[in-house]
């Protein structure tokens, strides 16, 4: 099995568990030179906000743990404007740690909740 298969798997996995608490949830997608953060409705069926590095107003130049801060903290700004106070973290099958960590600990320093 391929890497990406095993990674989507995961995920499958820990949105199904997302899904059944009926919150908003902040999915997080990196690719090899950027990284993507979103609060999608609890069905799955509208994104409500968004926060990336290649955005025209704050393009970030690399994909590394400090503009992982940044966009987690963008968001949760986002989040709070729309009045979006308490989400489920979903990592996308990703591990725990490196660039997903920043992305949650910095949208909760902003005041998010998890």
Sequence with gaps: MSKVISRLRRAAKTRIK?????????????SNSNL???IVEPRGSK?????????????LDKS?????KV?????????LEAGIKSVVFDRSGYLYHGKIKAIAESAREAGLEF
């Design 18 to 30: 997302v899904a059944g608490q009926e919150k908003p949830r902040l999915s997080v997608y990196k």
């Design 36 to 38: 993507y953060a979103q």
């Design 47 to 59: 994104v409500l906000v968004t926060a990336s590095t290649n955005e025209k107003d704050n393009k």
């Design 64 to 68: 590394n743990v400090e503009t992982a």
């Design 71 to 79: 966009v987690g903290k963008l968001v949760a700004e986002r989040a």
